[in-house]
């Protein structure tokens, strides 16, 4: 029996690199892959036509399994992350073999938080990204314990965002559906990890997860907040090590 790689999907509005502090640790005994979505970091955004939707996402990241030659993988998501992970579990379950939901949420956006990633959407689409969308996120995305180098690195990668991508992100996170009865059908090993100090998708929201899952794990990372991965490395790349699944 061999262990299945691992294919690790980034927050918004951030990319691949959000991955880097765990990468080292985890590489160590597993292959890791952390391509940047559609239209973010150096990923190219298509020319569809279509109403945004994670469904395309999806089908970005089943195309890299099939470019790379592999068959199944452990599949993992930070935040929006989480949600892709959730929507290519939806349209091929069996190309996932385990399943981490760190610091996201499986339930639709409220009115009131779809409209709010609509105008996020609408002024990056109009104005770019640079001097608003970081401080208007950091606040939520990082514990008030976090380290001015992780607050800068975070600031960072969300000023190097292409605008059409963040909003093109922010429109097909807005139109994803309620993904529970997802994950009450795929018996398969998950992990959900989730700050303390999350203050976007709380425990309470983890624990909806858990809850609709049928082979759980819960982890809770003291005093981090919604960016585990880059907050907490060590502990993140703890609890997935000590948690993988094999083949």
């Known amino acids: 029996m061999t262990e299945l790689p691992l294919l690790l999907l980034h927050a918004f509005p951030l990319d691949a690199r959000m991955w880097d502090p765990v990468r080292v640790p985890l590489a160590e005994r597993l292959r890791v892959i952390t391509p940047d979505q559609r239209g973010l970091g150096r990923s190219p955004l298509p020319e569809t036509g279509r109403e945004p939707s994670l469904d395309d996402a999806a089908r970005d990241v089943l195309a890299l399994l099939d470019k790379l030659a592999i068959d199944r993988v452990v599949?993992?998501?930070?935040s929006?992350?989480?949600y892709l992970a959730m929507a290519?579990?939806?349209q091929a379950p069996d190309r996932v073999g385990g399943l981490i939901l760190i610091d996201?949420?499986?339930?639709?956006?409220?009115p009131e938080a779809a409209q709010a990633r609509l105008d996020v959407a609408n002024r990056a689409e109009a104005d770019g990204v640079t001097g608003w969308l970081a401080e208007q996120n950091l606040p939520n995305l990082l514990a008030g314990t976090a380290s001015p180098d992780v607050v800068e690195r975070v600031r960072g990668l969300i000023d190097a965002q292409p605008p059409s991508g963040v909003g093109w992100a922010a429109r097909a996170m807005r139109n994803r559906p309620d993904s529970l009865?997802?994950?009450?059908q795929n018996d398969i090993p998950a992990l959900v990890i989730v700050g303390e100090q999350d203050a976007i998708t709380p425990l309470d929201a983890?624990?909806?997860?858990?809850?609709?899952?049928?082979?759980?794990?819960l982890a809770v990372i003291?005093?981090?907040?919604?960016l585990t991965p880059l907050e907490a490395p060590a502990s993140v790349a703890e609890a997935?090590?000590?948690w993988y699944p094999i083949s």
Not at 181 to 184: M, P
């Open 181 to 184: 009865e997802v994950l009450r």
């Open 206 to 217: 983890a624990n909806v997860m858990v809850g609709a899952l049928p082979d759980p794990t």
């Open 88 to 90: 290519v579990l939806r």
């Open 75 to 78: 599949l993992g998501g930070c």
């Open 104 to 110: 996201t949420k499986a339930t639709a956006d409220a």
């Open 240 to 242: 997935i090590l000590g």
């Open 222 to 226: 003291p005093d981090a907040g919604h």
């Open 80 to 82: 929006m992350g989480g």
